[in-house]
């Protein structure tokens, strides 16, 4: 069950359970992540709870915060559904390359497929922070190149208490 607030004719936010959470535990990992969640296929507030669950059990991860869940249309290729977002932070002890390949393989996990640019798609993980680091590699740009510019980073980023 969520409780929904419309922010405008194309933003709605949703709050529950599992996103609106802080946990009161102390993480005994190295590194602090903060990672954007998306989807537009399926049931995709269904998928991030069970995603909330996976994260809670997998002893690689401390799951420390999450935010609201924010409804809004999608950009570049738009013929498509809209998306839901929100924000994760996790404690890792994986470095930011191998914490990107564990990312990966969640979303193939949850049947993510790459197919062009913007398609639909039913997990997007993306690292927005990765501690106060700047890495640019060919497979990784952190903090993450747009993250500043979008309403689906931003909205759910401000409700958390960093």
């Not at 069950?1 to 359970?17: D, E, V």
């Not at 507030?45 to 069970?50: D, I, P, S």
């Not at 470095?95 to 497929?113: C, G, I, S």
């Amino acid at each position: 069950m969520y409780l929904k607030r419309k922010l405008n004719k194309s933003l709605t936010t949703f709050k529950g359970l599992h996103f609106g959470y802080k946990s009161k535990q102390k993480s005994f990992h190295r590194y602090r992540a903060t990672v954007g969640i998306g989807g537009n296929v399926g049931d995709v507030k269904r998928r991030f709870g069970h995603l909330f669950i996976n994260l809670k059990k997998d002893i690689r991860v401390e799951l420390l915060q999450t935010s609201l869940i924010l409804k809004n249309p999608p950009f570049g290729f738009v013929d498509q559904d809209d998306f839901f977002n929100s924000i994760i932070v996790l404690q890792v002890s994986m470095q930011p390359l191998v914490f990107l390949n564990y990312l990966m393989r969640l979303e193939k996990k949850f049947a993510r497929k790459r197919s062009f640019m913007n398609a639909p798609r039913t997990l997007d993980l993306d690292i927005i922070f990765f501690d106060n680091r700047n890495i640019k590699t060919h497979k990784l740009t952190v903090p993450h190149e747009s993250w500043s510019k979008r309403e689906s980073v931003v909205i759910p980023l401000s409700e958390l208490q960093l």
